[in-house]
């Protein structure tokens, strides 16, 4: 499909509420949703797109309780181990996007683990954005530039979009084409701001542990509607 996009980025929000809804403690729901995050990774695979960014947490996730806060991070190694031959199988590259450095140690090195498993594959990138925040990444990316002001590597003059753009947590992925928010809620809570400028926006009312293949298409589908101008006119 010509229409479809390069890049695209889910916040995967609905797990606490999905779980509540049935009476179940919420980290029931976050090991439901890792059973999305495997069927969709694969689908987005298998659909052609070159990279898919998952929302896995937030900075702002530290103030949820602690007992929560602990689960995710054994779910996320777990994860990362488990899946690593549905990587391979499915030609995904991993890589992560975050303070990573501030994320507990027994994920790091699961995570690196899985990162140089994974490094030579080219069908998809699965980028998981963890321990991120987009407010969080312009000021880290502001600080690199003005060391580099600082010590002489560039000058004011120089400094642009394109420069701060470079020193993103991963300059080299391409731009972002949709963002999809599930569970029906309509803000971007603070993910990807700079990436978002032209991005197409989808919210769907399904929660994350029920989102599928089939929802994936849906979302493709009303992409390929869409008019994107970039600030220009489309011509008739």
Same mark, same amino acid.
């Given at each position: ?7 695209? *980025? ?5 797990? =606490?509420?999905?779980?509540? %809804?049935?009476?179940l ?19 987005? %695979?298998?659909? =052609? ?6 929302? *896995? ?33 499915? =030609? ?46 312009i000021?880290?990316? *502001?600080?690199? #530039? ?6 002489? *590597? ?8 394109a420069?701060?753009?470079?020193? #993103?947590?991963? @300059?080299?992925?391409? @731009? ?6 599930? %569970? =029906? ?12 400028s ?20 849906a979302?493709?589908?009303?992409? %390929? ?12």
């Open positions: 499909m010509s229409s479809l996009p390069r890049h695209v *980025a889910i916040i995967m929000d609905g797990n =606490g509420r999905w779980a509540e %809804a049935r009476g403690p919420r980290i029931k729901g976050h090991r439901a949703g890792a059973e999305s995050v495997r069927a969709v990774t694969r689908h987005a %695979a298998r659909r =052609g797109l070159e990279q898919l960014t998952l929302f *896995a947490f937030s900075t702002e996730n530290w103030k949820r309780p602690r007992r929560e806060v602990g689960y995710l991070w054994r779910l996320l190694r777990r994860y990362l181990i488990e899946e690593r031959g549905e990587l391979m199988e499915n =030609g995904i590259r991993l890589i992560a996007s975050g303070r990573i450095a501030e994320i507990p140690p027994f994920v790091q090195d699961a995570l690196a683990e899985t990162r140089q498993l994974t490094a030579a594959n080219r069908k998809m990138t699965l980028c998981l954005a963890l321990n991120y925040g987009g407010r969080t990444e000021v880290d990316a *502001a600080r690199r #530039l003005a060391a580099d002001v600082a010590r002489g *590597a560039l000058t004011l003059e120089q400094v642009d979009e420069a701060l753009a470079a020193r #993103l947590y991963q @300059p080299e992925a391409p @731009p972002l084409d949709l963002l999809v928010r599930t %569970a =029906g809620e309509h803000r971007v809570s603070n993910f990807l701001l700079w990436q978002l032209y991005a197409e926006l989808c919210t769907v009312d399904t929660p994350w542990p029920d989102f599928r293949e089939e929802d994936l298409d979302v493709l589908a009303d992409f %390929a509607t869409r008019e994107r101008r970039f600030g220009g006119l489309v011509r008739k």
